[in-house]
């Protein structure tokens, strides 16, 4: 690897690891950090990097494994459950904000009418991750104002797909003649249909067929192929990376390997979704702000105030509240990491000037940059409207239990829970276990629990109980510690072997432990002393009485010794 690009990496990780914590302390969000740390080393900051378009090539492969996270959580049944809100609020919200932005690009600022056409739905976008995690940390999902902005992101997330096959569309300026323009689009077609027909049918049995090989190594490499095979195939189709990878994440989503497939993926999504944020800020002209400051400030109030213009009433038309509607304007006020993409798509393409491009990225950036104090407003707006919310909203939408492993003993606590109307969630990374539980009717999926992003995509960030039941004590003790880290306010159970392992697992943060070993001695001690004549009533107290020493044993502070054995509790 040449010295440049080892120093361009290291400036990377180094401003990241500054500016994105900082920007999170002051409750800016990642998003705004990485955007801050790629303003600090590139041309307008301290000038550390210059080849910002070889960064930005590599970055873009960031976007590709985003769209692919959102087509494996865009579930056709999450849809249908929102259905109003999203097909009839996102839709209005899309196409009425989309049309004020085209008219006013086209009518006022005298821009071509291909460029208006994409950028009036650009800009009608919101930021996803950003919002989601501002309302997830306000703690209002639940409420009306919660679900309705969550609706209008589901729609805008769609809208996304679209607006990136129309990119390379808008800006083929040759293709004048209609028979040009079906022949392309009968192409892409065909290529897509292609794609989703291999998926469809063969993308389920490879993955069968890796993870009943048991090599991590190899699994992963076939997620990331996955990824870029079908990128690459609708890039060859005319269309985007990025819609090839959500269409492959659509038909990942049904499949019982998902959550393992998010787990692999999540790591490079991560970082180099970062990059391109960091790509971006590098691409910001400070100067342009510098040199038009009044302008640029005019055109952030005109984006913001047209987006609660036109998202208020439709709101209110939909049955919201005159401030849980405002609080959704508010929120959603600012254009988001999409508008960020298309923008850039549109740019290389050639559809947008570099001027008109520069002026567009500075004004959405910083709309990004406000958000937090919208998101303010929005929360007091919000909590004044849904402060009588009922807790039976809560109840409904209430998590599944997680069961982390489906062997005989997670199998049995399924089929209790089945039997006590109680949903559920498991995991298992036994390909050939998950396979013929799912052929019972069992919610088992696929994946690595000793994995954190395998339990979080499995819905442990939402669970209130988490039940381990796995048969590695040294993988039980590492998931119970990592849980009670991560989820300090989940119930956490565990299955233990030995006393001396239970006592452990309660120290590293279990809610409860029970032992096997124990368990099967008190019934079988149960069932020989029956058989001796023992009278039930003492019978019931002998086993009480021993039961109630161990579990004061399993809660004892007391540390537990290296030289402690099996033999020294029993």
């Known amino acids: 690897m040449p010295t440049s690009y080892l120093a361009d990496i290291i400036a990377l990780l180094v401003a990241a690891v500054v500016a994105v914590p900082l920007a999170q302390a002051l409750r800016l969000g990642a998003v705004p950090g990485f955007l801050l740390a790629g303003v600090i080393v590139g041309p307008s900051g301290l000038g550390l990097i210059s080849n910002i378009d070889d960064i930005s090539h590599l970055s873009e492969i960031g976007v590709v494994f ?22 009839g609020l996102g839709s209005l919200q899309v196409i009425f904000t989309g049309l004020l932005f085209s008219a006013l690009a086209y009518f006022v600022f005298n821009i071509p009418v291909n460029a208006a056409i994409l950028i009036g739905p650009t800009l009608a976008l919101s930021s996803t991750a950003f919002v989601v995690q501002l309302i997830a940390g306000q703690k209002l999902l639940t409420s009306s104002y919660g679900r309705s902005s969550i609706a209008v992101l589901l729609m805008q997330d769609l809208a996304v797909v679209p607006l990136l096959a129309l990119v390379p569309l808008l800006s083929a300026t040759e293709l004048t003649v209609n028979e040009d323009i079906w022949l392309t689009l009968i192409e892409s077609v065909a290529i897509v249909t292609m794609v989703v027909f291999l998926g469809r049918y063969f993308l389920h049995p490879i993955l069968h067929r890796v993870a009943l090989s ?86 952030l109030v005109l984006l913001i105030a047209v987006k609660v213009a036109a998202l208020f009433p439709t709101g209110f038309l939909f049955g919201l509240k005159i401030k849980s509607s405002l609080a959704v304007s508010l929120i959603l006020a600012q254009s988001g990491e ?5 923008f850039s798509l549109a740019h290389q393409s050639g559809l947008l000037p570099t001027e008109l ?12 940059l406000i958000t937090p104090l919208l998101a303010r407003w929005a929360e007091q707006l919000a909590k ?7 807790a039976t909203d809560q109840d409904i939408h209430e998590a599944p239990i ?9 199998h049995s606590i399924g089929e209790i829970l089945a039997r006590s109307d109680k949903p559920f969630v498991a995991l298992d990374s036994n390909a050939a276990n998950v396979n013929r539980e799912r052929a019972n009717g069992h919610p088992v999926y696929f994946g690595d629990v000793r994995k954190p992003e395998v339990l ?3 819905g442990a960030s939402n669970a209130k109980v988490i039940i381990v039941t796995i048969n ?28 001396t392992q239970c006592q452990l697992l309660s120290q590293l943060g279990a809610t409860g432990v029970v032992s096997e070993n124990i368990e099967a001695s008190l019934e079988l001690a149960r069932m020989a002393l029956t058989s001796l004549g023992v009278q039930e009533d003492q019978l019931n107290d002998t086993i009480g009485d021993f039961r109630r020493t161990c579990h004061a044993r399993i809660d004892s502070p007391a540390p537990i010794h290296a030289n402690t054995t099996v033999k020294d509790h029993h």
């Open 214 to 299: 048991g090599s991590p190594e190899v699994f992963t490499a076939s997620a990331v192929l996955i990824v870029m095979g079908t990128a690459l195939a609708t890039e060859h189709a005319g269309l985007s990376m990025a819609m090839g990878a959500f269409l492959a994440g659509m038909l990942i989503s049904d499949s019982f390997y998902r959550h393992q497939v998010i787990a692999e993926i999540q790591p490079f999504r991560g970082l180099l979704l970062g990059m391109f944020f960091m790509s971006m800020g590098m691409s910001l002209n400070i100067q342009l702000l510098l040199d038009m400051p009044l302008l640029t400030l005019a055109l």
């Open 66 to 87: 985003l769209l692919f996270i959102i087509g494996i959580e865009m579930k056709p049944s999450m849809l249908w459950q929102m259905r109003r809100l999203v097909f």
């Open 338 to 342: 999409f508008s960020l993409v298309l």
């Open 357 to 368: 491009f520069q002026q567009l990225l500075l004004v959405v950036l910083l709309s990004m």
């Open 472 to 499: 590695d004590p040294e993988a039980t003790e590492e998931i119970v510690a990592s849980l009670r880290q991560t989820y300090p306010d989940k119930h956490v159970y565990a299955r233990g072997h030995s006393l």
């Open 384 to 390: 004044a409207t849904d402060k009588r919310a009922d």
């Open 402 to 410: 997680v069961l982390a492993g489906f062997g005989r003993v997670g």
């Open 456 to 458: 979080k995509s499995a």
